[in-house]
């Protein structure tokens, strides 16, 4: 079955950078992927979906890409901030209903 | 307002005694879904409902049961809990398409489950 593979390292950035997360799959390209954000001790907030067929997608500063070749969704946080502290979760239906998570990338922004 | 609620919010019990854990959506969802999440493993999925009368395992489904009654409640039950299932449980609601798959999942506060 799929495996979902995200950074197991926190990633540490100065405010202002762009933070860059990755999320690889090992099986065959899902209809669509999932990110969301995580908070401690608080559930899942979805943030965007992006389609097998969509290269890239954008909200506000966020931007998440699609690359079937390389079996790999890139997630962007542009202008970062402290307030995007937060583990980063990718996820994937395999289709109807059996939902795999990554562990999630914990994102640190520094002042 | 939408919203996926879950009762009880923290939960200290003894093994083997049973429990039920209850989710309710109130966004009109066909498919609602239970994981637990432990650290350095994720989020990993118990138990899953595509609609009423429908439920599938997830990857971790021993020890649990569930059912699927009415379209807005989707109750976890753990008929005798064992300390290995000490963890943080999440319900989630989503649409689906036409295609036969989920769409943005909405979920619960968390239930913290300690078992003794």
């Known amino acids: 079955s799929q495996k979902i593979e995200q950074n197991s390292e926190a990633l540490n950035i100065q405010e202002g950078k762009t933070a860059t997360l990755t999320c690889n799959y090992t099986?065959?390209?899902?209809?669509?992927l999932q990110w969301y954000r995580q908070d401690p001790g608080r559930g899942p907030v979805f943030l965007l979906l992006?389609?097998?067929?969509?290269k890239e997608k954008r909200k506000e500063r966020l931007k998440v890409t699609f690359d079937t070749t390389l079996k790999q969704s890139l997630f962007h946080i542009t202008a970062s901030q402290p307030a995007d502290s937060a583990t980063y979760l990718c996820a994937l239906d395999e289709m109807g209903g059996k939902l795999i998570f990554g562990q999630g990338t914990e994102l640190s922004v520094k002042p | 307002e939408a919203q996926v609620t879950q009762n009880p919010r923290y939960l200290i019990t003894v093994t083997g005694k049973k429990l039920t854990v209850t989710c309710s959506q109130n966004?009109?969802?066909?498919?609602m879904s239970w994981y637990r999440q432990d650290p350095g493993l994720g989020l990993r999925q118990i138990y899953y409902s595509m609609n009423v009368e429908v439920t599938d395992k997830g990857d971790v489904p021993e020890g649990y049961k569930v059912s699927r009654k009415e379209k807005r409640n989707f109750p976890l039950i753990l008929e005798s809990p064992s300390p290995n299932q000490t963890s943080l449980y999440f319900c989630?609601?989503?649409?689906?398409?036409?295609?036969?798959?989920?769409?943005?999942?909405?979920f619960g506060p968390g239930t913290r489950l300690t078992v003794l």
């Open positions: 099986n065959y390209s899902p209809a669509y």
């Open positions: 989630a609601s989503s649409s689906t398409t036409s295609g036969g798959f989920t769409d943005t999942q909405y």
């Open positions: 992006i389609r097998e067929n969509e």
């Open positions: 966004m009109n969802h066909e498919y």
